[in-house]
């Protein structure tokens, strides 16, 4: 099996502003405003749907079906004796056309035991153009002021409660599950998350969405919030979670271990990627892969299968390869 080159997966009429930079950062010509998510080797679908969010292989095939069909070609042996043919992860590319509202994402515990899912929604995110993002409470809040916020829909407090952190490019992020948060606008990054679609929005005013109806995973907000973070974060705790990349392999903090992997690799000549199932993303640059012959150039999104073997690759660049969590930790 070789790397397969993955076009554009965007889906249109979301909640948000955003598109221009994606397809700016992809060379295409189209400039939607609003498809600001690309949603790369995906095997999740959108929450609701039941195809929208899937990736299309270029033969037609859906990925999910061709994983499915040869698990352990497409994700090796320990993987599978593992997680069978769970991929444990999906990447997005995501261009904050305007400020995201805030929201938080149930753990698995959470959304196995009242949504029968099999992940959580940890996140953590490359920032390829900088901005600020809003992070963890900065102090303990109780559960019936929280209640209070969301229903009278203040934005400005439920905001001004979260650390804000201004963020460069080639910083990373990790956002554990539960933790509150919100992108702001003008970020372009990409994302590494667990493979689900599930938000619990405690902001809605001024977006296009019914949060009343859709915020809660259809379990109530009296259940939906059990599942938010309420203690604030120190200045140190969010330290930990917000910091430059550095180059090389695991260049996120150790917490997103268990559920995903980054590595960060500047090419000038070659570099040689251990084999695995992984989404290579290029940030800058062209490379070759010698393997196969495909030339990869800055904005593309390549998934590799485990058989692929080590990968080859020869040029000048910038290069993100996220896989899933190891099958044994760090040492």
């Known amino acids: ?158 905001l001004s409660m979260l650390h804000r952190r201004a963020v460069d490019p080639g910083d990373v992020v990790f956002v554990p599950a539960g933790v509150l948060h919100a992108i702001g606008e003008g970020v372009l990054l990409v994302e590494l998350q667990e493979p689900e679609d599930l938000s619990i929005l405690l902001e809605w005013r001024g977006f296009a969405l019914d949060g009343e109806r859709d915020g809660h995973l259809g379990l109530t907000f009296s259940v939906a919030l059990d599942a938010v973070e309420l203690r604030g974060r120190t200045t140190d705790e969010i330290d930990a979670l917000v910091m430059p990349a550095g180059f090389g392999g695991s260049v996120l903090p150790v917490g997103a271990d268990p559920f995903f992997r980054l590595e960060h690799r500047r090419i000038d000549g070659g570099v040689e990627l251990e084999e695995g199932f992984q989404v290579l993303v290029v940030l800058e640059g062209e490379l070759r892969d010698t393997g196969s012959g495909l030339t990869l150039p800055r904005g593309s999104t390549t998934v590799v299968p485990h058989s692929a073997g080590p990968l080859v690759l020869k040029g000048a660049g910038e290069l993100l390869s996220c896989r899933p969590p190891a099958a044994a930790p760090r040492p």
């Open 1 to 158: 099996m070789q790397p397969i080159v993955l076009p554009s997966n965007r889906p249109a009429a979301r909640f948000y502003l955003g598109g221009p930079k994606l397809a700016r950062f992809r060379s295409e010509p189209d400039e939607p405003r609003d498809e600001p998510e690309d949603w790369v080797a995906s095997v999740t679908t959108l929450a609701g749907e039941t195809a929208l969010g899937l990736t299309r292989l270029p033969d037609g095939t859906l990925l999910a079906d061709a994983i499915r069909s040869a698990p352990a070609a497409w994700l090796g042996d320990e993987h599978v004796a593992r997680f069978g043919d769970d991929t444990r992860l999906l990447v997005k590319l995501l261009d904050a056309g305007q400020r995201l509202p805030v929201h938080a994402h149930p753990d698995a515990a959470f959304a196995d035991g009242h949504l029968a899912r099999r992940h959580g929604k940890a996140e953590a995110w490359y920032i390829v153009d900088g901005g600020e993002v809003h992070l963890g409470l900065t102090r303990d809040v109780g559960r019936h002021e929280l209640e209070q916020l969301v229903a009278s829909q203040d934005n400005e407090a439920l």
